[in-house]
């Protein structure tokens, strides 16, 4: 069943394009004009298949009619979604969740991201482009191979330090490795991150140390999308509190998430 609220659309939309753009790893465009106002860090929820349960993804790109996702093959939904072909209609809600703060004039936005936590993070790249404010990207892969989702940084033109588990792209470190250091030579004032949840707690910690506001963007497995069932939420604040992923965030300040 569609359900419409205000801003928050169900459509079928028609693929325009699907290609596997690293190993287990596809750029998969749609056509969904009526999502062409979703923000960077918001998501949609994908039917896959016959499974009752949708699918969240990034939105990474949304440019004229076209929505663009990056997804990396993990079960049953994202490999029924790489057998699709263009032409075929997808069932999509969205645009879901809340998204990354717009930049301020003259702000200095460090991009940090990991694995298909790129997602998000070029999408940010690409829409604030023409913003004055200085923005650099970091981003960590398991291997060259999975390297995936860098073109909207370059066609933005923002600087990108590319790592890499193995060190067969890039820097064979974690993205985390020497943060603290890149953080001062580019006189970071805001970090927005997304990847790992290690990765994330790590970027927290340091954010916190010197004192700079920093965004994260969670994953948790999603039911309803729609902030009813209660299955994606996180602890937050030092008490019993919870938000949920899907309509609190995904994007969340990291001061706020009681990391585990
Ligand atoms: C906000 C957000 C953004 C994301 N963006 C991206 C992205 O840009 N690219 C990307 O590659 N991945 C992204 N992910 C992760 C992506 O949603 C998963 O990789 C995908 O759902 C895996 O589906 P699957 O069926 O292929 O794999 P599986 O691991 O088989 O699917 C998950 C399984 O868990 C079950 N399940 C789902 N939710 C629940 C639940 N609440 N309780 C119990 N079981 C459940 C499903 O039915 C399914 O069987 C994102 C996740 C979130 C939350
Ligand atoms: S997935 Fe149901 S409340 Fe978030």
């Known amino acids: 069943m569609c359900v419409e609220k205000s801003r928050l659309r169900c459509l079928q939309a028609p693929i325009v394009a699907q290609e596997r753009v690293a190993e287990g790893i596809f750029e998969l465009r749609f056509a969904a004009p009526r999502l062409s106002h979703s923000l960077p860090g918001q998501f949609i929820h994908l039917l896959c298949g016959d499974s009752f349960l949708r ?4 939105i990474h790109r949304a440019e004229g009619e076209e929505i663009t996702i990056l997804y990396r093959l993990q079960g049953a939904g994202t490999n029924w979604l790489s057998r699709q072909r263009e032409g075929g209609l997808l069932n999509v809600l969205g645009p879901l969740g809340s998204s990354f703060a717009s930049p301020r004039e003259n702000e200095r936005i460090l991009l940090v991201g990991g694995g298909m936590g ?9 829409r604030h482009s023409h913003f004055p404010t200085e923005m ?3 981003a960590g892969f398991r291997s060259a191979s999975q390297v995936a989702g860098l073109q909207p940084f370059h066609r933005a033109r923002v600087p990108l330090s590319l790592y890499s588990d193995d060190g067969s792209s890039g820097e064979r470190n974690r993205v985390t490795a020497g943060l603290s250091e890149r953080i001062s030579e ?3 004032n805001r970090i927005l991150a997304c990847g790992p949840e290690e990765m994330m707690k790590s970027i927290s910690a340091i954010a916190e140390k010197m004192n700079l506001p920093c965004q994260v963007s969670l994953e948790r497995k999603m039911a309803c999308g729609t902030g009813l069932c209660l299955g994606c939420i996180v602890p937050v604040g030092n008490s019993e509190n919870y938000r949920r992923v899907c309509v609190d965030g995904p994007v969340f300040d990291a001061r706020e998430i009681r990391w585990s």
Do not use: D, K
């Open 136 to 138: 650099i990207a970091m």
């Open 55 to 58: 699918r969240p993804f990034s």
């Open 186 to 188: 580019f006189g970071a």
């Open 118 to 126: 790129i997602a998000p993070l070029a999408f940010y790249a690409e």
